[in-house]
Nanobody, 123 residues
């Protein structure tokens, strides 16, 4: 099992940047694919980005491509989401999640979830 704790959320003006972190504890972080998802009020949880075990492969939602960057440091058991050029529509509760081995976009395929960190972008 792995436990996940997100941090780094906050209030930022449109056009600004934030970096989210997700610290993992437990066994074998380096065997888990890591993903970021978000959920805005009244909306379903949606995929943001994911990174494979080695960090050599990443995928992004079209809505964040070119603005967000996912990365991981297996030595620190941490995954990051660098968010630039933030827009009000990026406002949501951001979650990190983990699953074994295969990089997927579907939230239902992820086994472990953090509690989330709030990101609010003002216009």
């Amino acid at each position: 099992q792995v436990q996940l704790v997100e941090s780094g959320g906050g209030l930022v003006q449109a056009g600004g940047s934030l970096r989210l972190s997700c610290a993992a504890s437990g066994r074998s972080f380096s065997t888990y694919v890591m993903g970021w998802f978000r959920q805005a009020p009244g909306k379903e949880r949606e995929f943001v980005a994911a990174i494979n075990i080695s960090g050599g492969s990443t995928v992004y939602a079209d809505s964040v491509k070119g603005r967000f960057t996912i990365s991981r440091d297996n030595a620190k058991n941490t995954v990051y989401l660098q968010m630039n050029s933030l827009k009000p529509e990026d406002t949501a509760l951001y979650y990190c999640a983990a699953r074994a081995f295969i990089l997927l976009r579907d939230a239902n395929e992820y086994d472990y979830w953090g509690q989330g960190t709030q990101v609010t972008v003002s216009s």
